[in-house]
């Protein structure tokens, strides 16, 4: 039996991908575990409940799905002269998560729930007299990440319930009982080998495709677009082509006289109506920004909730800035998430962080009529949800700018 399941067990191994089930987002690589477990006893045993030990390994197979192999120690105080009975178990399960879910509340955690089953081997020390049993196990628990601060290493907290049974081999396990279930609450750390293993890093975003690329000959970077001389703007609306290299240039592509941009828009300073205007954002002759929609990048989230990360307040802080300086902007302020949980949640998620985005602009000192939200969940997708590179993608928090 134990050569079986081990051999389950490597197989899994030669089947590994790239995946995210039952871990910390970003840790999506082998994992230990070490539990203490609370057994209800089936009650035809002539024993207390009984108390033990557990540690275990996984390994993940797809998004959701992953292999784990688990043993137990587990001791039992008999009625009848107060001695120990013993058991041991091994079990190979396959465990398989619901995506991450929370209650956008800085004091409650954020979870993966998730269910398992499997086949194993027990070992019953019963009275001084040890059976083999086959076993039996299903259940299903709740995975808690743990974040301290700017503290992660990928650890996380495991609540589980799992009924574990064990069928008779032609004698009587226990008691004259021909079959037993006993119940495991179990409580422990999960802990990602990030000593032997690297955890994934998000790819980068695929380039779009066209209909005639453009290969650099010395870089071998590929684009849609030529930009000959190298100053940020493309052939086609490049008005003033051959600008030497490191020369600051305005949106035609003509060089900046004075060469003073502080903001970085294209428009020198002594001309620009609209200072501080943050980065990508496109912008008229007078250097005000236009009527358009743009992706706040790096206006991120604490997963599964609306609680903005520091850099993303950063980022809001020059927004901030941007607005009181052209008070005739008004914004929509649209969440989208990627398609990972439930579409409902999803739904209410995206609305909350575009919620949280307005209510920290209005903190700035923002009008609050010159801002409304709008939540999309998951169903206006940049591109497919299949890949973890994809999905970090369809995160995002986008500003829809209307002059009045």
């Not at 996984?58 to 008999?78: K, M, W």
């Not at 998730?114 to 040890?130: C, E, I, P, R």
Request: charged fraction near 20%; include cysteine.
């Amino acid at each position: 039996m134990r050569k079986i399941l081990w051999g389950l067990f490597v197989a899994g191994a030669l089947w590994a991908q790239q995946a995210a089930a039952v871990n910390t987002e970003g840790y999506d690589i082998p994992y230990v575990t070490g539990s203490f477990t609370y057994e209800i006893s089936d009650g035809v045993r002539n024993s207390d409940n009984g108390k033990a030990f557990q540690v275990g390994g996984g390994l993940p197979l797809t998004e959701h799905g992953a292999v784990e192999l688990n043993y137990f120690g587990l001791s039992r105080r008999r009625n009848i002269d107060g001695n120990d009975d013993y058991q041991n178990g091994v079990f190979a399960n396959y465990v398989y998560d619901f995506g991450m879910f929370g209650f956008d509340q800085k004091y409650l955690p954020n979870f993966k729930p998730y269910v398992l089953g499997g086949l194993g081997y027990v070992l019953d020390d019963t009275s001084g007299s040890k059976h083999n049993h086959v076993g039996i196990d299903t259940g299903g628990g709740l995975l808690f990440p743990l974040h301290v601060g700017t503290w992660d290493w990928g650890w996380a907290v495991r609540t589980e319930a799992a009924v574990i049974g064990q069928l008779d081999r032609g004698h009587s396990v226990d008691d004259g009982a021909a079959t037993l279930w006993d119940w495991h609450l179990t409580i422990g750390l999960q802990i990602p080998l990030t000593p032997f293993f690297k955890p994934h890093q998000a790819a980068a975003p695929v380039q779009p495709e066209c209909a005639l690329a453009v290969v650099n000959p010395v870089t071998g970077r590929k684009d849609c677009v030529t930009d000959s001389d190298g100053d940020g703007v493309p052939d086609n609306l490049d008005q003033c082509p051959g600008t030497p290299p490191g020369t600051k240039v305005d949106e035609k592509g003509c060089p900046v006289e004075n060469g003073n941009d502080a903001d970085g828009d294209g428009v020198p300073d002594d001309i620009d109506q609209c200072p501080n205007t943050p980065h990508g954002v496109k912008v008229d002759a007078k250097g005000c920004a236009i009527e358009q929609t743009i992706v706040l990048q790096n206006v991120n989230f604490e997963t599964g909730s609306a609680v903005l990360t520091g850099q993303a307040t950063h980022v809001l802080d020059e927004i901030a800035s941007a607005l009181k300086g052209q008070p005739n902007i008004h914004v929509e302020i649209a969440g989208h998430t990627d398609s990972t949980g439930a579409p409902a949640f999803n739904m209410t998620l995206s609305q909350q962080r575009a919620e949280s985005v307005r209510q920290y602009l209005i903190g700035k000192g923002i009008d609050t009529a010159r801002m409304s939200t709008k939540g999309f969940g998951d169903t206006q997708p940049l591109v497919s949800n299949d890949s973890e590179a994809g999905r970090a993608q369809n995160r995002r928090v986008e500003f829809k700018i209307q002059l009045n």
